[in-house]
């Protein structure tokens, strides 16, 4: 039975909230293998002259852990 380990990201974008998802991820990827979903548990934004800046998200990435 495989076991599963869940890390909380933090990402931020300026195109959006699909695009804070995906760099989360990726960046996720460079150090671990296998992940197998993505949870966004909470969507936020900075805003200036009432004009959003940036997109961020937070999420919950999941993977298997390899057995030794």
């Known amino acids: 039975m495989p076991v599963v380990k869940v890390l909380e ?3 931020e974008s300026p195109n959006g909230f699909d695009d804070a998802v995906r760099q989360a991820v990726a960046e996720a ?3 671990v293998r296998g992940i197998r979903s993505v949870y966004v548990s909470e969507f936020q934004a900075t805003v200036e002259n009432d004009k959003i ?3 961020r998200v ?3 990435i999941s ?3 390899e057995r030794s």
């Open 63 to 65: 993977f298997i852990l």
């Open 29 to 31: 990827g460079k150090t």
């Open 58 to 60: 937070n999420v919950k």
């Open 9 to 11: 990201l933090l990402a």
């Open 53 to 55: 800046q940036n997109y």
